[in-house]
């Protein structure tokens, strides 16, 4: 494992494919974001080991200086930590911290000096929260994106946008995603059951 606490340059390089941020690159390594690889998974924990943990332990707190920081911890707190620590409770840890950074930071407009591609991880840990409210706002931000200059291709900001009308319906109906309670200890009620039995219910 890498022992030092990477750059948010080198995070930005490795998860959008070039920093600065390039739309091409990060339409070539786009595939990557959303799947189960365990060889991607091992490769980020080997790079980024150290650097979610001083995240996480909040010893990058002067990341956000910079809306390339900004957007960096933004990664390591809700993206790098789902990777490295899939189906561990651990998985969800950033999330605290990545909401605040992430709501302090679209106030402050910062996710408007982000390429589209990239506006995405903005808005994701809004989409993460087991919150109603900021379900709202996620499908106001997701919808905003799907419709915003060079938002290219249509095809994957609509995906996006469905993505987060899904989280909303989860969290409207639950009040939570029960794809979660098992890795979280929660138990679940019978009709979380029932839903959980269905294809596609853990996204």
């Known amino acids: 494992m890498q022992n030092e606490v990477a750059t948010p340059q080198q995070v930005l390089a490795f998860w959008l494919g070039a920093c600065p941020l390039d739309e091409a690159a990060m339409a070539r390594v786009q595939a990557q ?26 010893r990058l707190s002067d990341w956000p200086a910079t809306d390339d920081g900004w957007l960096a911890l933004l990664l390591v707190l809700d993206q790098f ?29 910062r996710d408007q000096r982000v390429p589209p591609m990239a506006r ?20 106001a931000l997701f919808t905003a994106l799907a ?15 469905d ?13 939570r995603f029960p794809h979660r309670n098992a890795v979280l200890g929660r138990p679940s009620t ?11 219910s853990g996204f």
């Open 163 to 175: 993505y987060a009308h899904r989280h909303q319906d989860v969290i409207e109906r639950f009040g």
């Open 190 to 200: 019978p009709e979380e059951e029932a839903y959980l039995r269905q294809p596609g």
């Open 147 to 161: 419709a915003a200059p060079g938002a290219e291709p249509k095809a994957f900001f609509d995906n996006t946008l």
């Open 81 to 109: 930590t789902r990777n490295t620590f899939r189906g561990e409770p651990k998985s969800f840890a950033g999330d605290p911290a990545a909401l605040q950074h992430a709501v302090e930071g679209i106030a402050a407009g």
């Open 33 to 58: 974001w959303f799947q189960k690889n365990e060889a991607f998974d091992a490769e980020l924990r080997q790079r980024f080991g150290p650097t979610i943990e001083a995240a996480l332990a909040g």
């Open 120 to 139: 995405i991880f903005c808005y994701l840990p809004l989409e993460h929260a087991e919150d109603r409210e900021l379900q709202a706002r996620s499908v």
